[in-house]
């Protein structure tokens, strides 16, 4: 659709036409009133079409299309979300919220549940997304699965299986050396093999949104040696915090 004021020219009985650029399916379009008669336009496509007979002419015209964009739902959005630790006894610390979005805008409210075979005695609250959960002894030994799902005002909805099991000690970031970009160091306490992906926020709020982190290179499998860090640090962007995530 022309962002503005366009003129054209046609002689009577002569059919003027034009088409909307750019439309897309959540767009309707219409004439204003005072619209030359007989002129029309299609409400998804946006063709103008307008044929002046004998007595429209000769005139100028000025006609406006209304486009009334409709708003389209999208469903809510669950990252990637790391391995929920688990201890008998003990509250199970998690809450959905961090890994969750609405990408529409503005965002609308969600609602968290469960489904169906998620541990039985696990309940997670429908509004603050945090999980009420403490497990016993038996199964704080066994590994587990949090069916999450994520609903929106609308109905859309978005599942994840969370991994939970029983508290394994993960890697940790013990020095950071920036040389230019960077390079990262971390002590063991990482199952050989592990495969970990390192990711980095520029703002660290407590709690970072999920979505501030951003993956920085690809997945790797812990060898003990210092990773470097391309392209993390520069100028624009002198500060940036760094977290390892190990892979369920
Ligand atoms: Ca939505």
Redesign the pocket.
């Known amino acids: 659709m022309p962002r503005s004021p366009r003129e054209t020219e046609t002689p009577e009985g002569s059919e003027v036409s034009c088409r909307a650029e750019g439309c897309q399916a959540e767009e309707v379009f219409s004439l204003a009133p005072g619209a030359p008669e007989g002129a029309t336009i299609d409400p998804v496509l946006g063709v103008f079409t307008w044929i002046p007979t004998e007595c429209q002419g000769p005139s100028t015209n000025l006609i406006t299309i209304t486009v009334v964009v409709q708003e389209v ?4 959005v669950i990252g990637a979300v790391p391995r929920v630790g688990l201890a008998a006894g003990a509250p199970t610390l998690f809450n959905a919220t961090q890994y969750v979005y ?3 805008c503005p965002a ?1 409210v969600l609602t968290y549940s469960l489904d169906q075979g998620s541990p039985a005695n696990a309940t997670i609250d429908p509004a603050s997304g945090v999980l009420d959960w403490v497990p016993t002894p038996e199964q704080a030994a066994q590994n587990h699965t949090l069916n999450l799902r994520v609903t ?1 005002e ?1 109905g ?1 909805s978005a599942t994840r299986e969370v991994p939970a099991g029983p508290v394994i000690p993960g890697p940790r970031i013990v020095q950071i050396r920036v040389d230019g970009d960077a390079v990262l160091r971390w002590l063991e306490a990482v199952t050989a093999g592990q495969e970990l992906s390192v990711q980095s926020t520029s703002e660290l709020k407590n709690p970072p949104p999920a979505t501030a982190w951003s993956p920085v290179g690809s997945p790797f499998v812990w060898q003990a040696n210092p990773v470097p860090l391309p392209g993390v640090l520069t100028g624009e962007k002198p500060q940036a915090f760094f977290r390892l995530v190990r892979s369920p």
């Open positions: 739902n999208e469903a809510p609405d990408p529409d609308q929106d609308l859309a």
